[in-house]
């Protein structure tokens, strides 16, 4: 059971928007900032979002990251064949004092 | 070109031990916290140490406390996780990460943190 919360799964067809979820019930989200990870299947996690809401160069603009109390959110624009990945959210725990990752999000493009 | 190459994972038997290795490369490994990432197979990111820029600092995820030891060596641009009694739900690939910030430097973990750079992995088998 991950202390950050995801959906397991989600998907969409080229071109649409697609959100996913992260959550968490206490202090991990609320008070820290939120990271989010995409690791598309056989290769090493990639840094996606820093910061809730910055972007790494490289990274296309058609990802967005927000962030509202304990909740965090990825939204992924003009969705393409090559965005199929899992995502994973992080944050840093004060109270375990150790990162924690949500369980991660499988997208589907159809 | 900013690298980080682990090795050292391998098959072990319940109970034996690993040394795992990470070496950076095209940045200045002294200046950034480190951590150690693992992904069993099938399953998602767990987070299992991480260690400040000088050594002083370290942390473990509470299933590994009193077995891992994480270090490093700032001279050889080299980061160790030294692995003992190991079960067979540490089998996993064991990922590196630099963790970088915008606004510190050199801790393992913290608001303000993420961790930026990625080696490919080294896998660890543990099996009877």
């Known amino acids: 059971q991950s202390v950050l919360t995801q959906p397991p799964s989600a998907s969409g067809t080229p071109g649409q928007r697609v959100t996913i979820s992260c959550s968490a019930s206490n202090s991990n989200i609320g008070s820290k900032t939120v990271n989010w990870y995409q690791q598309v299947p056989g290769t090493a996690p990639k840094l996606l979002f820093y910061t809730e809401d910055q972007r790494p160069s490289g990274v296309p603009d058609r990802f967005s990251g927000s962030k509202s109390g304990t909740s965090a959110s990825l939204a992924i624009s003009g969705l393409q064949s090559e965005d199929e990945a899992d995502y994973y959210c992080?944050?840093?725990?004060?109270?375990?004092?150790?990162?924690?990752f949500g369980g991660g999000t499988k997208l589907t493009v159809l | 070109e900013v690298q980080l190459v682990e090795s050292g994972g391998g098959v072990v038997r319940p109970g034996g031990s690993l040394r795992l290795s990470c070496a950076a490369s095209?940045?200045?490994?002294?200046?950034?916290?480190m951590s150690w990432v693992r992904q069993a197979p099938g399953k998602g990111l767990e987070w299992v140490s991480g260690i400040g820029w000088s050594g002083g600092s370290s942390g473990y995820v509470d299933s590994v406390k009193g077995r891992f030891t994480i270090s490093r060596d700032n001279a050889k641009n080299s980061l160790y996780l030294q692995m003992d009694s190991l079960r067979v739900e540490d089998t996993a690939l064991y990922y590196c990460?630099?963790?970088?910030?915008?606004?510190?430097?050199?801790?393992?973990?913290?608001?303000?943190?993420?961790?930026?750079?990625w080696g490919k992995g080294t896998t660890v088998t543990v099996s009877s």
């Open positions: 095209g940045f200045t490994f002294e200046n950034y916290g």
């Open positions: 992080a944050a840093w725990d004060d109270t375990l004092n150790a990162w924690v």
């Open positions: 990460a630099r963790l970088g910030s915008d606004y510190g430097s050199g801790s393992y973990g913290g608001g303000y943190y993420y961790m930026d750079v």
